[in-house]
């Protein structure tokens, strides 16, 4: 089945001095190891189109995702739900958080950031043409680990150390899949663009360099092999829990942006290996899309908390990232500045057939993805976290009592996960009896 396909990108790297994103101290960019990209796609047929963005930023929140939909709604005559904008979470970019203290959100550069996202999916939407879909899975192992651990003492600790004696086990699994969908010109064959979907934090290069880290050494060297300057769309997969330290490192490993750069390119030589191969899985079918808005239980709190929190904002200035106390104080202020109120954010889903992407909102637990695969009736469904919404993480049930940092750090109820995904497979269930209906 053919489709319509247009694809863009373009550079939205931030100046020097500007406040980097991801960590619990102010950091402020020295330099720059590689440029920062937003890539589009709109993909259509007769009936229904949709856009997916993704952009080399920590993450953004729901009404700034709704500002920028407004602006390429304007432009384009999209509809709200039919664009999606997810981020690939790099640690080494700028913030776009109005909320996100101690990191101070540059106002010029929002606009501009907001201004590129826009005219990136205008040039995408000029440049539709006639394209065939494929689609494939791959695996790549040894790069991604679970983060949460088991300790000596009973506990979950969150990142416990290299080499820790302490460590019994690991609190989670990892999710090895590669997704790979990938688009060809009709009358040429070809490649129009690529998106790949993986579960890992984007947090490996570290320091105060500018960097879209491991995805945009995966994207360099998938160019450079195929001798094409196409725009790369990177989706993180269900990544909340997941990063890239291995507790068992041999000393002699690379770290930093050596190590990003080995992990970017395995990432690149499974992507290849799928395109490359003698048979491919094509896409056939409808473009379809669904979107359902939700509302998330926050955890219950105090107001005597409230007051401790405040006083321990206004005076502590953390200088690492160990500083419990201060990640448990942000936590409490997020709750309040909700007013106690649910948190209402969204779920989104891009379909292709028999592919779906599901657009889950901030930071989520990977058995929470996983559970979400092995439900949905579309045989090729990945997770898209980060998409639309960025404010903390969503941990499973169990996590939390369980504990460490990341539910240290949720503003959200025990259970506003398996909810989330509840919805989601309400969406699939749903799209899927209308795709095999012929409707949309």
Known sequence: ???????????????????????????????MLDSLFVNSIVVADEVTEWVLVSCDLIGITLDLTNKIREEVAKKTGFRWDQILICCTHTHTGPAVSPNSAPYVREEVYFQFVMQRISD??????????????????????GVAFNRRFWMQSGKVETNPGVGNPQIVRPAGPIDPEVGVVFFRSSATGQLLSIIVNYALHADIVEGNFISPDFPGYMRTTIKQVL?????????????????????????????????????????????LKIIEAP?????EGAVWLGLENIKLPLREIEEEEIEVAKKLIATEKPTDNDCPEVIRARRILKIAQHAFEPIETEVQVLGLGD??????????????????????????TWVIDLANDEFDYI???????E?????????????AGEELIDVALEILNLQGNNVRKGNK
């Open 279 to 283: 048979r491919q899985e094509r896409c």
């Open 403 to 415: 504990g460490g940092y990341e539910v240290n750090s949720s503003p959200l109820a025990a259970g």
């Open 1 to 31: 089945m053919a489709y319509k396909v247009g694809a863009a990108q373009l550079e939205i790297t931030p100046p020097l001095g500007i406040n980097l994103a991801g960590y619990f101290y102010e950091r402020k960019a020295e330099g």
């Open 355 to 380: 592919v779906a992407f599901v657009g889950l909102p901030t930071e989520i637990f990977v058995e929470l993805g996983l559970a979400l695969k092995a439900k949905s009736q579309f045989p090729f």
């Open 120 to 141: 990136c999916v205008v040039l995408a939407k000029s440049r539709l043409e006639l394209a065939e879909a494929f689609c494939g899975r791959g695996k790549v192992e």
């Open 395 to 401: 941990p499973t049930k169990r996590a939390y009592s």
């Open 227 to 271: 001798g094409i300057n196409l725009p790369i769309l990177f989706t993180r997969g269900a990544g909340g829990d997941i990063n890239h330290i291995d507790v068992n490192l041999n000393p002699n490993s690379p770290t930093r942006a050596k190590l990003a750069e080995k992990i970017g390119k395995l990432l690149a030589f499974e992507v």
